[in-house]
């Protein structure tokens, strides 16, 4: 582990600002042509790269994450920052998985408390995700394939996994946590809200400069 996972609420300077952002932007699901070349597998629909879209935004972000691990230093990097949309009729779990890249941040824009990020560790340590549940989680993505059949490969997936975190999603809530920790949402709707749910995510590719890993640093204490 190199990245403890932190949680900072009142986390963007004007949030509604972000969410009037969010509205003028298409977005796309994972079968649009975009996506569907990167092969991608997630809930609802995403917008491009806002390092493409909204650059001084991308920047403004990423930078603002990375501060909070690194207050006294600038930081290069490297992450993919989109605005995803999931719909309210998404009345189910997520499927619990790890991302390749070093550090993820989720920031909650919608009022969504019940549908945060949870953290998971394998029951067994051979629990290994495989090719074979990939491809069930991009069909039930991809498609809207919520049979009965996807529904108990899910649950029988996720069922491998004891939860050691739970995230709840406030409003303006940001969390960061190393993208090889299991993770997943345990349901994308909430009781309090009838809304769509609207997330701001980041994967940081490379973190690059004269930096220090603050897990490890706290390790040689």
């Given amino acids: 582990m190199l990245f403890p996972s932190l949680v900072q609420d009142d986390f ?50 990423c930078s603002k994450v990375l501060k909070l691990y690194y207050p006294g ?16 009729t998404f009345n189910f779990p997520g499927w619990i998985h790890q991302d390749s890249n070093p550090l993820n941040a989720v920031c909650y824009l919608s009022n969504h408390k019940d549908s945060g990020t949870s953290l998971y560790k394998p029951k067994n340590f051979y629990n290994v995700y495989s090719d074979a549940i990939d491809t069930l989680k991009k069909k039930s993505y991809q498609d809207s394939d919520f049979s009965e059949e996807n529904a108990a490969a899910r649950d029988a997936w ?32 909430s009781e309090n809200t009838e809304d769509d749910r609207l997330t701001l995510i980041c994967f940081f590719q490379k973190i690059e400069g004269n930096i220090k890993y603050p897990a490890v640093e706290s390790r040689k204490i």
Avoid at 164 to 176: E, G, K, T
């Fill in 158 to 189: 996720n069922n491998k996994f004891d939860c050691i975190l739970d995230v709840p999603s406030y409003r303006n809530r940001v969390f960061c946590f190393e993208g090889s920790k299991y993770h997943g949402v345990k349901n994308f709707t």
């Fill in 12 to 61: 963007l300077n004007d949030v509604e600002s972000v969410i009037e952002l969010s509205k003028k932007l298409p977005f796309k699901g994972p079968t649009d042509d975009f996506f569907n070349k990167i092969n991608g597998g997630w809930p609802g629909k995403r917008t491009d790269c806002l390092s493409v879209v909204n650059t001084n935004f991308y920047i403004y972000f």
């Fill in 73 to 88: 230093e600038n930081i290069g990097f490297e992450a993919e920052l989109y605005f995803q949309i999931i719909p309210s």
